[in-house]
């Protein structure tokens, strides 16, 4: 592991694991004895393949599942001393499906946080429409659709700005692009580089594709069967001669000689 | 945008559903005017019975009078007059005190209306009002000819010929305790053969020959139109089932001019006079309120001349 | 016909409405009882079995023969209305739970997942998101139970209960055929009535999004 990856004593750290695992009560380990820290202000990436663990550590994160060794801090408190409730409205929390409320318009999905937070009409308003823009959809248009007349992309924006209503500092996404067609994908996440520097949140986002972690990641956190192989930034990934980092990297490889139409 | 607008209308006027349901559940406890409801149970001379009261309280008062009649027994008409959905019915006090009261049997008729009438006022807040004057209890029977060639009128009298008697009865006093079984026990009564028949085939297999001895109902209609004999009960072993008005108290404190007009017809109908309108009614098809007119015109009870 | 209607149309009518009475109280009880334990249900599948289980027997066994079985219980025996409002919701029961737990269960997981993600209590979650998302599933839960609680109590006038299955035996017990139709046409304008009614409610609340794929 690199120096540049570890983050250094005094750094604004706004999550942590410390030795962190999980078992399920039928004995199968989904996480051991991981370690690593995140910095306000930057991505950190989870990286590995299904099963490996990166949801189960994500859920950690906002008390979704507990610690059944070690601890997770967020903020500097043990996750287990924070109410769950009050711990989970100050982290915005985006799934694959989204999870979208059907039977609410985009407007009341978006501001559910808000409003269970008591927010006066007209923040909630203000704030909407503010989200809406900054996700790239027209709040004229979209406000008062429904879940089920968008299409996939524009739903997951939607999921996205629903997270960042209540302006949580840290935001945990797992795996919110997986459902979506590529090109659709690409379009999302390059808005959503623009949208990190905006932002300037703490945000953990899960993935199994390389490229992804690559464009969005601070650092990346390799994980295998429940354990952490290795923390690297984008370059350092891509140099790095241990075996599970490299074997991600050629496997991106493989897809751009493709790109290239062909072998050299 | 349009679609909102059509669905918030259609969850409003759905939720008027659910308001005009309550209302009308609200309607279903309030009651009814200046109505009497009078019951009956579901056989002709409880139909008779109850139309001689709807009659005479039509008459004496300026009540409305509903007719609630051939309900399915004892049971319903009770819980009819508990819920207050008829306001009187004519029981017959020797089913009060068992079938209602659960009370055991006695054969005193006084004690028995004392008991019932003090039961129902303390369970109940049922008036009983005084017995109408007749009492349908089992009659046993034979051909009027027997009961004059062997000078037989009392059943103590007929235990010497009874051995040679085949009887006929209906499964209800062949199994009931207080029916066959107790009577024998009580007279020394033995048949010579005891059939379970179908009860209404009773009076004609007596008169056919085929039996020689029935259990009946002392007020059934074709005891006045044939030539037959009730055995009497000199022994007193039979309870008593006289035929009396269950009133509810509250009935009575609203109106009590029903008290009245039922009062009139404390002890107006015997034995005979019951026989002889059931025969009219069951055996004769005659409409039922024409009996009853009938009979009120006859005992002078309808104010006319 | 006209002067039946005459003679007859206000006993009808009250009997209309002591039927609707029974039925309301009834379908009032069964929804009190029913979509709490129905929630439960949903909530611990464990459940499942010993609850539907039992609301199984009660509804299997003939109404005659239940409200026979419930006529000697003390206090509860005394009065038909009691007696006869106890065994309808005993019937009403099963459908209305049954229903309440597979609407409630049936409501995405991701969305569940999400909801509770974002910071919403348990509370929350089934007053906001699965008892709104689940109300057409138990409205129709509660159709079958109505309708089934008009035909039972029905039956009901057999121990007492009056309504307009009074009529109709009555009507058997006279042979009458105008009897019996002034209780039976009521009783089937009734169950077809709420079933509509209810249906169109149903309806109207069903949820906005539809289960199959969504525009592109």
């Keep these: 592991m690199s120096q540049l990856a570890k983050a250094q004593p005094g750094d604004d750290v706004i999550i942590e694991f410390c030795r962190a695992g999980y078992r399920l009560g039928g004995g199968a380990t989904l996480l051991n004895n991981v370690n690593f820290s995140v910095r306000r202000g930057e991505t950190l990436v989870l990286l590995g393949r299904s099963g490996a663990g990166k949801t189960t550590a994500l859920r950690l994160i906002n008390r979704l599942v507990d610690p059944s060794e070690g601890e997770v801090f967020v903020e500097r408190r043990r996750t287990v001393d924070w109410d769950p409730i009050a711990l989970r409205r100050h982290i915005g929390y985006v799934i694959q499906e989204t999870g979208l409320f059907p039977h609410y318009t985009v407007e009341k999905n978006i501001s559910l946080v808000p409003r269970l937070e008591r927010w006066t009409d007209q923040q909630i308003r203000t704030r909407t429409q503010e989200l809406l823009t900054l996700v790239g959809l027209d709040p004229a248009i979209f406000l008062k659709r429904y879940p089920h007349e968008l299409s996939g992309g524009q739903r997951q924006r939607v999921g996205v700005a629903r997270a960042l209503a209540a302006n949580p500092p840290i935001l945990l996404m797992d795996e919110p692009f997986g459902a979506l067609d590529p090109l659709t994908r690409a379009e999302i996440r390059a808005e959503f580089q623009t949208l990190q520097r905006q932002l300037g949140k703490a945000i953990v986002l899960v993935t199994h594709d390389t490229g992804e972690a690559l464009l969005l990641g601070t650092r990346i956190a390799l994980m295998e069967a429940g354990e952490l192989k290795g923390l690297y930034s984008p370059q350092e990934l891509l140099g790095s001669e241990e075996p599970v980092a490299a074997a991600y990297v050629d496997q991106l490889r493989a897809l751009e000689k493709f790109d290239r139409g062909g072998g050299r | ?305 | ?216």
Excluded at chain 2, 123 to 143: D, H, Q
Excluded at chain 2, 227 to 240: G, N, R, W
Excluded at chain 2, 276 to 304: I, P, W
Excluded at chain 3, 155 to 176: K, P, Q
Aim: aromatic residues 8%.
């Design chain 3, 1 to 216: 016909m006209n002067q039946f209607l005459a003679q007859h149309g206000n006993e009808i009518l009250e009997a209309s409405l002591e039927h609707i009475w029974l039925v309301g109280a009834t379908m009032l009880l069964a929804i009190a009882i029913g979509v709490p334990l129905g929630i439960v249900v949903a909530r611990k599948p464990w459940l499942s079995k010993p609850v539907l289980g039992s609301a199984n027997i009660a509804e299997t066994i003939p109404s005659l023969a239940l409200l026979g079985f419930l006529l000697p219980v003390p206090w509860l025996g005394a009065r038909a209305d009691r007696l006869t409002i106890t065994a309808l919701t005993l019937y009403a029961l099963l459908p209305i739970i049954r229903n309440t737990a597979a609407g409630i269960s049936g409501v995405d997981p991701a969305v569940r997942e999400a909801a509770r993600g974002m910071g919403m209590s348990g509370g929350q979650i089934l007053l906001h998101v699965e008892l709104p998302l689940s109300v057409s599933t138990i409205l129709a839960g509660i159709r079958v139970a109505t309708v089934l609680t008009v035909g039972i109590a029905t039956i009901a006038a057999a121990v007492g209960a009056g309504g307009l299955g009074e009529f109709i035996f009555r009507g058997l017990a006279m042979v009458n055929d105008q009897l019996i139709l002034a209780g039976a046409i009521p009783a089937a304008l009734l169950a077809l009535g709420a079933d509509f009614l209810l249906g169109i409610m149903e309806r109207v609340l069903r949820p906005v999004a539809p289960q199959h794929k969504p525009a592109q």
């Design chain 2, 1 to 305: 945008m349009k679609r909102p607008d059509r669905r918030s209308r259609a969850r409003t006027s759905s939720a008027l559903i659910p308001i005009a349901f309550v209302a009308l559940l609200m309607a279903a406890c309030t009651r009814r005017g200046e109505t009497i409801v009078v019951g009956s149970k579901n056989f002709p001379e409880q139909a008779l019975l109850g139309e001689i009261v709807a009659q005479q309280i039509e008459a004496r008062t300026h009540l409305r009078v509903e007719r609630r009649f051939y309900l399915a027994g004892s049971f319903i008409c009770q819980q009819a007059l508990l819920a207050g959905r008829i306001d009187t019915y004519v029981e017959y006090t020797g089913t009060a005190l068992t079938a209602i009261l659960h009370d055991p049997i006695e054969s005193d008729p006084a004690t028995v209306f004392a008991q019932v009438k003090q039961e129902y006022r303390r369970r109940f807040n049922f008036e009983v009002m005084p017995s109408l004057g007749f009492n349908n209890t089992f009659a046993i029977v034979i051909r009027g000819q027997e009961a004059r060639r062997l000078n037989v009128h009392t059943l103590t009298q007929a235990v010497p010929y009874a051995r040679q008697w085949r009887a006929g009865f209906g499964y209800e006093f062949m199994e009931r305790p207080d029916g066959y079984p107790g009577m024998a026990k009580a007279y020394g009564l033995h048949f010579a053969s005891a059939r379970i028949l179908d009860l209404g085939l009773l009076y004609r297999a007596l008169l056919d020959n085929q039996v020689d001895v029935v259990a009946g109902n002392s007020t059934d209609g074709l005891l006045a139109a044939r030539d037959l004999t009730i055995l009497q009960d000199d022994k007193h072993y039979f309870p008593p089932y006289e035929a009396v008005p269950i009133v509810r108290e509250d009935t009575l404190g609203r109106y009590p001019e029903v008290r009245d007009a039922i009062s009139e017809l404390a002890g107006e109908i015997s034995d005979p006079e019951m026989q002889k309108m059931n025969y009219a009614v069951a055996a004769q098809g005659r409409d039922l309120s024409e009996v009853a007119r009938g009979f009120l015109h006859d005992k002078g009870l309808d104010g006319k001349q």
